[in-house]
C-alpha cells in the first residue's frame, strides 16, 4: 500500500471498503444507474440521483443520492465537480445513509410530563407541540424581553431559525463551532491579518511544499479536501512537519514528527521566531513591506532560543533548527497550519497568534502554497421587513469581557442562565439545534444547573440525544437525506453553491427545521418574515437571482461562479490588503495592547498532572463526528465504541492487559458510568492519556451506542477561558483510573 492509499479519501479507499460488507454497491457505479440517471423523472423516479450536501460533519461535501429498485435510499456518492470533495466522500459521508435508517430516530414531536433529565414525555402533535413553544416565548419575550431567548445551534438549519430569532428580538445565537472550535484561531488570525480562515481553511495545501501541524490531526480529522490535498502533497515529496504529544496518523506519514509535550506549543513557536529571525530566514521584503511590529517582535523573541524551548517542550534544539529551517526553505509554499478545534489552554487566541506571525515571517499569506485568497458566492436575502431593535445585545451582554469574541458564546449562554451570574441579566429560554450540549459543552455540571434555571428548553434534534431528555419539547427533524436546506455557499478557490433536496418523503412524524422555523413564526404573529409559500420558491427566489434557478441546481447540484476578486494570489496587480487599523500586519498587536492583554504571544507554564493522574487528551477519529454518529448503524459496525490509549510504561505500572476493563476518574472525582477497554500503545505519550471524543452515551434510547465506551465531555469539568475571546479551553483536565467498578448509578 503506498502512502497515499493510507489516508486516501475514496469511495473505494479505506472508507468504501470499510462500508462494502455493510451496504450494498459502495464501490463502483454501476452502469446501470449512469443509464437510468438520464430518464426523466416520470421514467423511473426511483432511480433518479438527488443532490444534497451532506450533514455528518460540517465540511458539506456535495454528493448524489441514490435509491435502490425498491425505491429506498440505498447510497451516497460525492459530486464530481464539488471542491469540497471532488467526487470522494469520507467514510462517515457515506455512511450517512445510517441516519436515515436508524430505528431509534425521534419520531414526532414530545412534550415534558415528568422531571427534566428523565425521558419522560407525552406524544404531541405538530400543532400542540408548536403552539406550546409559541406561547412560552410570547409569555417569556413580555415577562423579561425576548433577548433572554438564546439560539444554540450547529448545522444547516441555524440559518432559518436565526431569522425566526431575530424577528422575535434575540440576536444570541451562538454555535459549538465557536468558543468551543475555531473561535481563537478567528480571533487571532483577525488580529493579525484583518482576515478570518472560516470554513474551509483557505490553506492551499494543494501546492504547498511543507505544512506544519500543530495538534491538527488531518487523517483522523477528516475534512474531505484537506485530507486529499495533504495525501497528494505527501505523494510529492512535500515535507510535513507533526508537532503532536500523540503518533498521529500523519505523523507517521511526516518527515519530522516533534512529540512535543502537551501544553507548551507557545515555546516551540517562539523558538521558531527566534530561528527565522536571527538566520534571516525570513521573508524580508514581504515584511517590509507589509508588517508592522517586526522590531519589537525581533527584540521579544531574543531570550527564546532552541536550547530554551528544549527545556519546555522536550523536542530536541537541533530539531527545531531544522524543522524551521526546512519551513523557511520552503517559503512562501508553506502552510503552519491554524488547525481546528483550538481550544485547548485558555491561552489558545495567543498561541494562534503565533502560529498567525510565523505565517507572516513565511510570507505565506496570500501565497502560492501558503494562504488562498478564498471567494464566496453572497446569496440575496428574500425580502422581509426589518428586523426589531434588540434591547440588549450578547455583546452587550457580555460587557466588557472576551473584547475580541467576534461571536456569541455558547458558554456565556450557559453562564448567563444561572441566576446572580451577571448583573442585571439571566437568560430565561433556550432553543438547541443540532448540538448535544451535554457532551459538547465542557463542565457538563454547569449546563445542567444552567437548564434547571430556565423555563423554556426546545430541543430539535434527530436523535434521543442526551440533551433531548433534558427538553420541554422535542421537535424531531427529518434528517438531511429528508429536506431541502438553505443553499451551501461557503468560502473557496472557486465561489460555489450546493443545494440540498430531499432525497425521499421524511420518515415518521418528522419535519424540517424551515418548516419549524416558518409554523412557529405564524404561530407567533412574526409570518411575515417568512411570506414565502414554501421552501422551493424560497430557493428558487435566490437562485433565480444568481443566475440560475432551482430546476437547474436539481440537475447539476453544484454551482461553480468565475472569481470576482482578482487572482487567487496576491501579486502586482493584485496588492495584498489587510484589514487591520493600521492596514498592514500586526506582527506585535496595538489591538491586544490597548484592550490589556500582552501584545506578543507569551508562553505560560500550565498546571502538570498531579501524581497518578494524566493529562486527558481526545480527538477525532476517522469513521465518527463527536456524539453524532455513535448510534449511526453504519458507523457503529465500523467502531462500535472508544478506547482507552495507555503508554506501555503506565500500562506496566498499573499492570494493565491489552483490553482489560477500566473506568476513569478526574481530578475533581468526576468518575465515567461505563467502562471502557485499554489500549496499550507505544502512539500516546506516557504523561497523557488518549480517547477519541464521542462515545460513552449516556441516553438508554440509543440502542447501539449506550453504555458504549468513555465520554471525555464526562471528565472535562476545568474549563480554561480564554480571556481574550471566552474560548473554552478543556485539555487541562487530568484523569486516573479505577480498576474496579464503582458502581455509579447511571442516569439517561
Ligand atoms: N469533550 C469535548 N467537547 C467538544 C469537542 C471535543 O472534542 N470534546 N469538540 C468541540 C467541537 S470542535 C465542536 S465543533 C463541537 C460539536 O458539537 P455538536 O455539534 O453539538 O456535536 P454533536 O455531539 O455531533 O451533536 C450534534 C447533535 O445534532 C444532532 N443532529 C444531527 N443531525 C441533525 C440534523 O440534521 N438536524 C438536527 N436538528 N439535529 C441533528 C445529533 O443527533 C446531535 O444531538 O463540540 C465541541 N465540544
Ligand atoms: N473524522 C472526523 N473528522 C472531523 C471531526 C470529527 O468529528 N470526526 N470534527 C471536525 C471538527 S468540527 C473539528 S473542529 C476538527 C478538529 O480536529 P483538529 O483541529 O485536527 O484537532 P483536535 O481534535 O483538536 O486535535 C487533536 C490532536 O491534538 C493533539 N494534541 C493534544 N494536546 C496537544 C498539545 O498540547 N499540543 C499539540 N501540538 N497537540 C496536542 C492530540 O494528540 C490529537 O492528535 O475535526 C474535524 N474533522
Ligand atoms: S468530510 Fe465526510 S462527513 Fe464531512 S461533509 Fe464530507 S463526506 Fe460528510
Ligand atoms: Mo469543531
Redo the contacts with the bound molecule.
Keep these: 500500500m503506498n502512502r497515499r492509499n493510507f489516508i486516501r479519501i475514496s469511495t473505494l479507499g479505506a472508507g468504501g471498503a470499510m462500508l462494502g460488507g455493510i451496504m450494498s454497491g459502495s464501490g463502483k457505479e454501476p452502469s446501470l444507474l449512469d443509464r437510468l440517471t438520464g430518464k426523466s423523472p416520470t421514467d423511473d423516479f426511483k432511480y433518479l440521483r438527488t443532490p444534497t450536501y451532506c450533514e455528518v460533519c460540517?465540511w458539506k461535501c456535495a454528493g448524489w443520492v441514490y435509491k435502490n429498485d425498491q425505491g429506498e435510499i440505498w447510497k451516497i456518492i460525492g459530486n464530481e465537480i464539488d471542491p469540497h470533495c471532488n467526487g470522494r466522500l469520507c467514510p462517515r459521508g457515506t455512511g450517512g445513509v445510517g441516519m436515515y435508517y436508524d430505528q431509534d430516530r425521534l419520531k414526532t414531536p414530545m412534550i415534558r410530563t415528568g422531571e427534566r433529565g428523565k425521558q419522560s414525555f407525552k406524544r404531541a402533535s405538530w400543532d400542540e407541540a408548536l403552539d406550546f413553544v409559541a406561547k412560552k416565548l410570547d409569555h417569556i419575550g413580555k415577562k423579561y424581553g425576548p433577548e433572554t431567548v438564546a439560539l444554540i445551534t450547529h448545522g444547516s438549519g441555524g440559518k432559518i431559525l436565526t431569522t425566526l430569532m431575530k424577528a422575535y428580538g434575540s440576536d444570541s445565537i451562538a454555535g459549538?463551532?465557536y468558543a468551543?472550535?475555531?473561535g481563537p484561531r478567528e480571533a487571532a488570525f483577525n488580529l493579525t491579518f484583518g482576515a478570518s480562515l472560516e470554513s474551509p481553511e483557505p490553506t492551499d495545501i494543494r501546492n504547498t511544499k511543507c505544512l506544519v501541524l500543530i495538534g491538527s490531526h488531518l487523517g483522523e480529522n477528516m475534512h474531505n479536501t484537506q485530507v486529499q490535498e495533504m495525501a497528494d502533497a505527501i505523494d510529492r515529496g512535500a515535507c510535513i512537519i507533526t508537532v503532536d504529544p500523540r503518533f498521529s496518523t500523519v505523523a507517521g506519514k511526516s518527515k519530522f514528527w516533534l512529540p512535543i509535550k502537551p501544553a507548551t506549543d507557545i515555546a516551540l513557536l517562539l523558538a521558531w521566531m527566534n530561528v527565522l529571525i536571527n538566520n534571516n530566514w525570513y521573508d524580508k521584503e514581504y515584511i517590509e513591506k507589509y508588517a508592522s511590529g517586526f522590531d519589537k517582535l525581533k527584540d521579544y523573541i531574543q531570550p527564546f532560543t532552541p536550547e530554551w524551548a528544549y527545556g519546555i517542550t522536550t523536542i530536541d534544539p537541533v530539531k527545531i533548527h531544522d524543522t524551521a529551517k526546512e519551513m523557511a526553505n520552503a517559503a512562501p509554499a508553506v502552510i503552519i497550519h491554524p488547525g481546528?478545534?483550538v481550544t485547548w489552554y485558555g491561552d489558545d487566541t495567543q498561541r494562534s497568534r503565533a502560529i498567525a506571525i510565523l505565517n507572516a515571517l513565511l510570507g505565506s499569506w496570500g501565497r502560492r502554497g501558503g494562504f488562498y485568497l478564498a471567494e464566496l458566492k453572497a446569496i440575496p436575502e428574500y425580502p422581509h421587513p426589518p428586523f426589531p431593535p434588540v434591547n440588549k445585545s450578547w455583546r452587550d451582554i457580555l460587557g466588557d469581557q472576551y473584547p475580541f469574541a467576534e461571536l456569541p458564546l455558547a458558554n456565556a449562554i450557559v453562564d448567563g442562565s444561572i441566576p446572580g451570574r451577571l448583573k442585571d441579566f439571566q437568560y430565561r429560554g433556550w432553543i438547541v439545534n443540532g448540538s448535544n450540549l451535554n457532551m459538547t459543552m465542557p463542565d457538563s455540571r454547569k449546563t445542567l444547573e444552567a437548564i434547571q434555571n430556565l423555563e423554556l428548553l426546545v430541543v430539535i434534534d434527530t436523535m434521543p440525544m442526551e440533551i433531548t431528555g433534558w427538553a420541554d419539547v422535542v421537535l424531531p427533524e427529518c434528517t438531511y437525506l429528508e429536506r431541502y436546506d438553505v443553499l451551501r455557499n461557503d468560502h473557496n478557490r472557486e465561489p460555489v453553491i450546493a443545494l440540498r433536496m430531499p432525497a425521499a418523503e421524511p420518515k415518521y412524524d418528522t419535519k424540517p427545521d424551515w418548516w419549524i422555523a416558518k409554523e412557529l413564526a405564524n404561530k407567533m404573529g412574526l409570518g411575515k418574515y417568512f411570506d414565502w409559500k414554501n421552501i422551493e420558491e424560497f430557493l428558487d427566489y435566490k437562485l433565480q437571482r444568481m443566475g440560475s434557478s432551482l430546476k437547474e441546481m436539481k440537475k447539476i447540484g453544484v454551482k461553480k461562479y468565475a472569481r470576482e476578486g482578482g487572482d487567487l494570489y496576491f501579486s502586482a496587480e493584485n496588492p495584498p490588503t489587510y484589514d487591520t487599523p493600521s492596514g498592514k500586519i500586526e506582527l506585535y498587536s496595538t489591538q491586544l495592547e490597548q484592550a490589556g492583554f500582552d501584545p506578543l504571544p507569551r508562553y505560560t507554564t500550565h498546571e502538570e498532572p498531579p501524581e497518578g493522574y494524566y493529562r486527558l487528551n481526545y480527538g477525532r477519529t476517522q469513521s465518527h463526528t463527536f456524539s453524532r454518529t455513535s448510534n449511526n448503524p453504519n458507523l457503529s459496525a465500523i467502531m462500535p465504541e472508544n478506547a482507552v490509549w495507555v503508554n506501555p510504561k503506565v500500562a506496566a505500572n498499573w499492570q494493565f492487559k491489552d483490553g482489560q476493563d477500566v473506568w476513569l476518574k478526574n481530578q475533581d472525582g468526576a468518575i465515567t458510568p461505563f467502562p471502557a477497554k485499554i489500549r496499550i500503545t507505544e502512539r500516546i505519550r506516557w504523561d497523557s492519556v488518549y480517547i477519541v471524543h464521542g462515545f460513552g452515551h449516556t441516553s438508554q434510547l440509543l440502542s447501539r451506542a449506550y453504555g458504549k465506551g468513555v465520554s471525555d465531555a464526562a471528565l472535562i469539568t476545568k474549563v480554561l477561558i480564554d480571556p481574550v475571546m471566552g474560548g473554552t479551553g478543556m485539555r487541562g483536565n487530568f484523569v486516573t483510573f479505577l480498576t474496579e467498578n464503582p458502581d455509579k448509578e447511571v442516569k439517561a
Design positions: 460540517f459549538p463551532s468551543q472550535c475555531k481546528r478545534h
